[in-house]
């Protein structure tokens, strides 16, 4: 198949290319439209179990051990008990569970950084329970882990918060775009078979 075969079953059947194109990039604009925005707040954490005075020796095993003990912050931050400290924090109406269901912990590997994201339709909100989150774990964490030492990098701010992550509108136009070109490609190359086939018959039943 070249190139001009291609052009010219698009020419023949350029209605239903540009139909199915119409439907594909107004699916997406629909998409788009009809999807609330929902928005990320981020807190960080560092945990640190370093004592003043130590040697060079101790402060190494001290930051193997934290590193170990990120995974058991990452889970307990997300425990039902930091939740219950967050709603009272809050002063919401929503449960412990319905608080747990819009939040995120991911560790970095290598660090004592523990990242808290939570998502939420209301870029405020999102701010106010991750800092809530992050707030009630190190109060809590010293009577989790004996001396340990965890402390906010930085709380979530509005500003950040404000760009909402979703819908991505650029992209969900493009990945419309492309499926709509890729099925009315394929679409006009059916029907021009399907003709050629059709005249073909045709010519040897005359």
Request: charged share 20%.
């Amino acid at each position: 198949m070249d190139i001009d075969y291609l052009i010219k079953a698009i020419s023949r059947h350029i209605i239903a290319v540009i139909i199915i194109l119409v439907v594909c990039v107004g699916g997406g604009f629909l998409i788009n439209t009809f999807s609330a925005p929902q928005y990320r707040a981020t807190a960080t954490l560092v945990a640190n179990m370093g004592t003043v005075g130590a040697t060079s020796d101790n402060k190494y095993n001290d930051y193997l051990a934290s590193q170990l003990l990120t995974k058991t912050y990452e889970d307990t931050i997300q425990s039902h008990q930091i939740a219950e400290e967050a709603k009272k924090m809050l002063s919401t109406s929503l449960t412990a569970s319905q608080l747990l269901q819009k939040i995120q912990v991911r560790t970095d590997p290598g660090t004592l950084v523990v990242l808290l994201y939570v998502t939420d339709d209301n870029p405020k909100d999102a701010v106010a329970i991750a800092n809530a989150f992050a707030t009630s774990f190190v109060n809590k964490s010293k009577e989790i882990v004996h001396n340990s030492n965890v402390t906010v990098l930085d709380l979530a701010n509005f500003e950040e918060t404000a760009v909402p992550v979703s819908p991505k509108k650029k992209f969900n136009l493009a990945i419309s775009l492309f499926i709509g070109l890729f099925l009315s490609l394929s679409v006009s190359l059916y029907l021009e078979k399907k003709r050629e086939r059709k005249k073909e018959k045709s010519r040897l039943s005359a």
